[in-house]
């Protein structure tokens, strides 16, 4: 390859690459920091013991994956408000949160039914007899 083609392929990949680069830096970042301090919640909360999030976590309450196309954000507001009695045994109350921290939360489940899940999780199967959670 004589030199002037091989500076200007060299060139012409820079350019590429530069371009890439900087378009790169413009996109959106995909995870805003309200999703991130929902996730903090989340954590703090250590809800995933009695919670899923696609599968992994407890089972005594449900899967949360796409909880934010089931309630609205001021229906999820007032559960953590008066949070009820958990079932079956009904002794101890569902965790309570601030106003602040169920925005955080609810950012972060609005996040969560952005990602596809192909139709996951699936609809519970109820079992004759069995404690309703
Ligand atoms: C000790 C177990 C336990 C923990 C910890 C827990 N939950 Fe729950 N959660 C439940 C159960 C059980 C229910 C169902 C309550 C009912 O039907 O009255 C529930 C219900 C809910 C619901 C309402 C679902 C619906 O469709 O009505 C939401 C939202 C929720 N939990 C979110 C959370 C979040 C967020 C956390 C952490 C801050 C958390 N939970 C921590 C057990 C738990």
Redesign the pocket.
């Known amino acids: 390859m004589r030199f002037h083609t091989f500076a200007i392929l060299s060139a012409l990949s820079f350019a590429i690459f530069s371009i890439v680069v900087i378009f790169s830096w413009r996109l959106d970042k995909t995870i805003s920091e309200e999703v991130v301090a929902g996730k903090i ?2 954590q703090q ?3 995933v ?3 899923t999030i696609f599968g992994h976590g407890g089972y ?3 899967d ?1 994956t796409s ?1 934010a196309s ?2 609205t954000i001021k229906e ?1 507001e007032e ?1 953590f408000s008066s949070p ?1 009695l ?2 079956p045994h009904k002794k ?1 109350f ?2 309570s ?1 601030r106003k602040r921290e169920v925005e955080a ?1 609810y950012s972060y489940f609005e996040f969560l039914s952005t990602i596809p899940t192909l139709g996951w999780p699936p609809v519970p199967v109820e079992i004759e007899g069995e404690d309703k ?1």
């Open positions: 919640v989340w909360y250590n809800c013991s009695c919670h005594v309450g449900k949360l909880i089931e309630m999820m559960f009820s958990i079932p101890v569902h965790q949160l939360i959670p």
